[in-house]
C-alpha cells in the first residue's frame, strides 16, 4: 500500500498546511486572528493561480492568427472560469470582514511595510488582461511597478515575484488579442484585404452616426417640450455626445476605426447566428472586467471598513489609493461602443446578410 497515493499525498496537505507561521517558523506561535489573515490572503493566491493559468489559456486560443468559429466557444469557456473565480474572490472579502478593526491593529505592525500591493501574482493578472503601464495610478512618488522591482532586489523571493511581472509584461495581453481579432470581422459582408474594404467600413460607421444623431435629434426635441428652461444645456449636451462619437468612431488611426466598427457591428446585429459567439465573448470580457472593478471596489471598502483612512502598511495613501484603481478599464472599447448602441430599428441595413446566416455541410 506503500506506493498508493493519497488524498493528501495528491494535494501535498502537509506541506500546504504547514506554511501558515507568518514570519516565523511555528504555526502555533501565531494568534487566532493572525492565522485567519494569512489563510485568507493563501486563499487569494491560489484563485489568482488559477484566473491566470485559464486567462492564458483563453488569451492563447484567441491569439492565433486565424481563430475557427468553433474556438469562441473553448475561448469564453476559460474566460468564464475566471469570472467566477473573480466573483467568489469578491465574496470572499466577507470572510475577511469578521477580523474587527480591533483585532487587525494587534497584529497589523508585524505587516509593515508589506502591502497587499505586492501581491506579483495580481499585477501579472492585470498585466494579461491588457492594463498598461501609462494607465496605472502612481504608488505614492514611484510607478507601482517599479516600486515592486525595487522591493525585489535582495529580497528572497524576489527574483520569483519580478521575474513574474517581466514575463507577463513581454506576453501578448487579453485585450490586444481580442483587438486582433475584432479588426478581421466581417463588416457588411467585407473582410480587411478585400477591395474598398476601407470604404465599406467608414460608409457603415457614416450610416450609423447619420441614424443616431436624427433618434437623437428628435429625444432633444421630446426633452424641450416638457423642459423649456433647460434647452440650452440640453443642446450642449447632445452636441457634445455627437462630436465624442464621431471622433471616437472615426478615428484618423484604420486599424483601430476598424476594431471599434466591428465591436458596434457585433453588438448592433448581435442576433445573426454568425455574430452568436462573438457578442456572447464581448459580453464575457466586459463581465469579467466588471467583476475585477467589483473586486477592486470591495477591497476598499473592507480596507476602509477595518483600517479608516490611514496610511497603508506598504506607505500607500491607503484607502485613497485602492479607490483611485477602481476607475481603471481595460477594454474601454467594449465599454464605450455602449454609449453608441442604436436600437433594431435604426441600424443601418444590413449588407450582404448572407455572410451571416448558418452554413451548410
Not at 474601454?332 to 433594431?344: H, K, N
Amino acid at each position: 500500500m506503500a506506493d498508493t497515493p493519497t488524498y493528501w499525498d495528491y494535494l501535498r496537505l502537509p506541506q500546504l498546511l504547514d506554511l501558515q507561521a507568518g514570519l516565523g517558523t511555528d504555526p502555533e506561535a501565531i494568534g487566532h486572528d493572525e492565522l485567519h489573515f494569512i489563510i485568507v490572503h493563501q486563499a487569494y493566491e491560489l484563485w489568482f493561480k488559477l484566473a491566470i493559468s485559464q486567462l492564458r489559456l483563453a488569451r492563447d486560443e484567441l491569439a492565433r492568427p486565424t481563430v475557427d468559429e468553433e474556438t469562441i466557444p473553448h475561448v469564453v469557456h476559460h474566460l468564464r472560469r475566471v469570472i467566477e473565480i473573480m466573483r467568489l474572490c469578491v465574496d470572499q472579502f466577507a470572510v475577511m470582514e469578521t477580523l474587527t478593526p480591533q483585532d487587525f491593529l494587534d497584529f497589523r505592525d508585524k505587516l509593515m511595510p508589506s502591502s497587499g500591493f505586492q501581491s506579483f501574482q495580481m499585477r501579472e493578472f492585470e498585466i494579461l488582461l491588457g492594463l498598461e503601464d501609462m494607465m496605472r495610478v502612481t504608488y505614492g512618488k514611484v510607478h507601482p511597478l517599479e516600486h515592486i522591482k525595487m522591493l525585489a532586489e535582495g529580497s528572497p523571493g524576489g527574483a520569483m515575484a519580478w521575474g513574474t511581472i517581466s514575463q507577463a509584461r513581454t506576453e501578448v495581453n487579453l485585450r490586444s488579442a481580442l483587438h486582433a481579432w475584432l479588426y478581421r470581422t466581417p463588416i457588411q459582408g467585407s473582410s480587411p484585404g478585400d477591395q474598398g474594404d476601407e470604404a465599406v467600413v467608414k460608409a457603415f460607421l457614416q450610416e450609423y452616426l447619420d441614424k443616431g444623431r436624427e433618434r437623437r435629434e428628435a429625444q432633444l426635441a421630446r426633452l424641450i417640450e416638457v423642459s423649456a428652461d433647460a434647452a440650452e444645456g440640453l443642446n450642449a449636451r447632445f452636441a457634445a455626445q455627437e462630436t465624442a462619437n464621431e471622433e471616437w468612431l472615426m478615428t484618423e488611426d484604420p486599424r483601430l476605426r476598424r476594431t471599434r466598427a466591428a465591436a458596434l457591428f457585433i453588438e448592433s446585429y448581435r442576433r445573426l447566428p454568425l455574430l452568436a459567439w462573438p457578442r456572447l465573448l464581448l459580453d464575457t470580457a466586459v463581465e469579467l472586467e466588471e467583476q475585477v472593478v467589483l473586486f477592486r471596489t470591495r477591497h476598499a471598502r473592507m480596507v476602509e471598513r477595518l483600517i479608516g483612512r490611514r496610511v497603508g502598511t506598504g506607505g500607500s495613501s491607503g484607502v485613497d489609493y485602492l479607490d483611485q484603481t477602481t476607475k481603471y478599464r481595460i477594454f474601454t472599447e467594449l465599454w464605450a461602443v455602449r454609449s453608441m448602441l442604436s436600437p433594431r430599428s435604426a441600424l443601418p441595413k444590413l449588407r450582404n446578410p448572407e455572410r451571416y446566416g448558418f452554413r451548410e455541410v
